[in-house]
């Protein structure tokens, strides 16, 4: 006599409900946890990708004056927080021209990035000297370039 087998249900390998759940939450938390810190990441790698772009900018002019033998002027707006860049002739000087071209355009710095100029423009001449200036960027973090 044969007996049969009940009939098993066999299970596959799988996850319940609750465990995804509890997977979920835990990367909730971490996510939460972790969020401050990317937060001020960004806020530091904007405060230095405007300083960088800033200091570029200063190069050149600083390579224009040369190449050209001319004096470019490098313009401070802290009010609006610009910073643009113009060519000096030399039989007025107390009136700049507007340059054309892509470096035209005056430059924004970031509204959450403060900016300080010790003096509203630098020169820079063709013999590689430019006048003496102090530039401050400081972000919402209070880190200062």
Known sequence: MR?????????????????LLLVVTIMAVIAGMSL????????RLKLENTALNLLSFTRYARERAIVESAIYRLNFDTDKKTYSLTLVDLETPEEPKQLSGRYAKAF??????????????????????????????????????
Request: with cysteine; glycine share 4%; proline share 6%.
């Open 3 to 19: 007996y049969l087998k009940p009939y098993t249900y066999r299970s596959k390998a799988s996850f319940t409900l609750i465990e």
């Open 36 to 43: 401050p810190a990317f937060k001020g990441t960004y806020n």
């Open 108 to 145: 924004k710095i970031p509204a959450d990035i403060s900016f300080e100029s010790s003096v509203g423009f630098i020169n820079f001449y063709p013999n590689a000297d430019c006048d003496e200036a102090s530039i401050v960027l400081t972000n919402s973090d209070g880190l200062r370039y």
